[in-house]
């Protein structure tokens, strides 16, 4: 899933694009993708596009008569761009196109399951009542972060990736953000101290700053390709590097499986040299699950 330093460069990257442009046609392919019917789509052809922004994880086009286009592209939705000269994007996994004097603007899914969503509304309150709240880390300050973090005993991994409390956090930059922290994903909120919090503050922060400002330097003049917005980068510290060892110790990353989703972690960073439970390996192997990295290389 795209999260906030791939969010804000396709943010970027389509106003030097398309704001203050017309838009022409808007097709939809996928009639799981509109959400909304009032307005219908095609009141907002020709109007103008003032503005783009982000919100959590969704992209908003700003066009006259106060509509917007709210984007949610989910797991495997991604934007394309094509020059007008360029060549026309088809197939199955094109969801819709939007057509401006100067290129096109495709929306991609690459998943059979449809999950990305489009919103047509009027007006910003409806924009609001699609905002899940969660706090916003560039803007937030420490005393803002923590109580945000306290306001349920929940395990931080859970924590971090919840929209209502943190804004642009998903599973990829949450595993980067604790293995910078040196914290476990499976440490509960309430039991951390003061110097734990603003550990975990100060990691989000430069986590997000680093990575937003590598992202931008790599598609700088450029629209990000669909393959280069991905959840797994080779330069990441954690995330998808289960089995590599530690960028910073050296010892093996670790997973803990879930459900379609996965946590990575350093043992010696993160957790004292303790293995989580994986619950599917756990059940399988029981009394031989081993519990400490020790254990692990024995």
């Known amino acids: 899933m795209p999260e906030l330093p791939d969010i804000t460069v396709y943010v970027e990257s389509l106003r030097t694009r398309v704001v203050g442009k017309p838009l022409g046609k808007a097709t939809i392919n996928s009639p799981f993708f509109l959400r909304t019917f009032d307005p219908p789509l095609r009141e907002v052809e020709d109007k103008v596009l003032n503005a783009v922004s982000r919100m959590e994880k969704c992209i908003i086009l700003e066009f006259d008569g106060d509509l917007f286009i709210v984007f949610h592209l989910m797991i495997s939705g991604r934007l394309r761009w094509k020059d007008q000269d360029g060549a026309k994007l088809g197939g199955k996994m094109v969801l819709a196109s939007f057509e401006f004097s100067n290129g096109t603007l495709f929306v991609t899914e690459g998943s059979k399951k449809k999950r990305a969503s489009l919103h047509l509304v009027r007006g910003k309150d409806a924009i609001a009542n699609l905002d899940p709240g969660g706090l916003e880390i560039e803007e937030a300050n420490l005393g803002e972060f923590g109580d945000r973090l306290r306001l ?22 949450s595993d980067e953000i604790l293995n910078a922290a040196g914290l476990s994903p499976l440490a509960l909120t309430l039991k951390l101290s003061d110097e734990e919090v603003e550990m ?8 997000f700053r680093d990575w937003t400002n590598q992202l931008r330097n790599k598609f700088a003049g450029i629209f ?7 959840a797994f980068r080779p330069e990441f510290s954690a995330h998808g590097q ?31 040299g303790k293995i ?12 031989d699950w081993p519990k400490s990295v020790e254990e692990l290389e024995g």
């Open 152 to 173: 349920g005993n929940h395990t931080l991994k859970r924590a971090l990736t919840d929209p209502k409390l943190f804004s642009g956090i998903g599973n990829a930059y």
């Open 200 to 207: 975990l503050f100060q990691s989000t922060k430069e986590v």
């Open 224 to 230: 990000p390709g669909a393959g280069e917005v991905t």
């Open 242 to 272: 289960f089995g590599n060892p530690c960028k910073l110790c050296g010892t093996t990353i670790q997973r803990i499986r879930y459900a379609n989703n996965e946590t990575n972690y350093c043992p010696t960073c993160q957790t004292g």
């Open 276 to 287: 989580l439970s994986d619950r599917s390996l756990a059940r399988l192997l029981k009394d």
